[in-house]
């Protein structure tokens, strides 16, 4: 099952109409120079929302879970996770390591509060407390990014196949997206440099 941000790529779409509307806007007043200068820090803004706010994905699966961040891919197996935590975002942690996952942030004061509703809504209607003040980690709310993600990563963890390997001894690939890197530090360059060679 793959898991993608909603709010990430909501911001996403909100960003590439904005960047469409500026860009346009700027190009109809500039010169040459100018509007290439615009279609190219469009161009790169448009690919950085891409890979910051709609790329990043966590895929679980029976083997283990697969962290898509923007720059590098973390595949981590059941054998090698240690814990799992929300503090911030949905982090799984290795042996003497820790990997966020982007897809997963924590819930917004205000995400909390409606999940908490939510949450409340479904256990005794006499209970007078809400699940922020049950001692719920506002990370591990169900309905809120994180906590969902955080659920489906421990449910498949909890179902694995009991293995006598040592979590030390498992090693984590990680991929780094080198055409990212260099997408995203190139950008800047081709907007400073290719309008004054025209």
Same mark, same amino acid.
């Given at each position: 099952?793959? =898991? &993608?941000?909603? /709010?990430?790529?909501?911001?996403?779409?909100?960003?590439?109409?904005?960047?469409?509307?500026?860009?346009?806007?700027?190009?109809?007043?500039?010169?040459?120079?100018?509007?290439?200068?615009?279609?190219?820090?469009?161009?790169?803004?448009?690919?950085?929302?891409?890979?910051?706010?709609?790329?990043?994905?966590?895929?679980?699966?029976?083997?283990?879970?697969?962290?898509?961040?923007?720059?590098?891919?973390?595949? /981590?197996?059941?054998?090698?996770?240690?814990?799992?935590?929300?503090?911030?975002?949905?982090?799984?942690?290795?042996?003497?390591?820790?990997?966020?996952?982007?897809?997963?942030?924590?819930?917004? #004061?205000?995400?909390?509060?409606?999940?908490?509703?939510? /949450?409340?809504?479904?256990?005794?209607?006499?209970?007078? *407390?809400? #699940?922020?003040?049950?001692?719920?980690?506002?990370?591990?709310?169900?309905?809120?990014?994180?906590?969902? #993600?955080?659920?489906?990563?421990?449910?498949?963890?909890?179902?694995?196949?009991?293995?006598? =390997?040592?979590?030390?001894?498992?090693? /984590?690939?990680?991929?780094? &997206?080198?055409? *990212?890197?260099?997408?995203?530090?190139?950008?800047?360059?081709?907007?400073?440099?290719?309008?004054?060679?025209?």
């Amino acid at each position: 099952m793959t =898991v &993608h941000s909603r /709010v990430n790529r909501g911001f996403a779409i909100a960003s590439w109409a904005l960047l469409a509307v500026l860009g346009v806007l700027l190009a109809l007043q500039s010169q040459l120079q100018g509007v290439v200068a615009t279609a190219i820090v469009v161009a790169w803004l448009a690919y950085a929302a891409y890979a910051g706010l709609w790329a990043p994905a966590l895929e679980v699966g029976a083997r283990g879970a697969q962290i898509r961040n923007p720059l590098r891919t973390i595949s /981590v197996s059941w054998d090698a996770l240690i814990h799992v935590d929300t503090k911030y975002s949905l982090t799984l942690h290795t042996p003497g390591r820790a990997w966020p996952v982007w897809c997963a942030p924590q819930a917004s #004061a205000l995400a909390a509060r409606r999940a908490a509703k939510r /949450v409340r809504d479904d256990r005794d209607p006499r209970d007078p *407390r809400s #699940a922020l003040d049950s001692g719920i980690p506002v990370g591990d709310l169900p309905g809120t990014e994180s906590g969902d #993600a955080a659920a489906l990563v421990r449910q498949r963890w909890e179902q694995r196949p009991a293995s006598r =390997v040592d979590a030390d001894d498992v090693a /984590v690939p990680v991929t780094v &997206h080198w055409g *990212r890197v260099a997408a995203l530090v190139g950008g800047p360059v081709l907007a400073a440099t290719v309008p004054l060679l025209l």
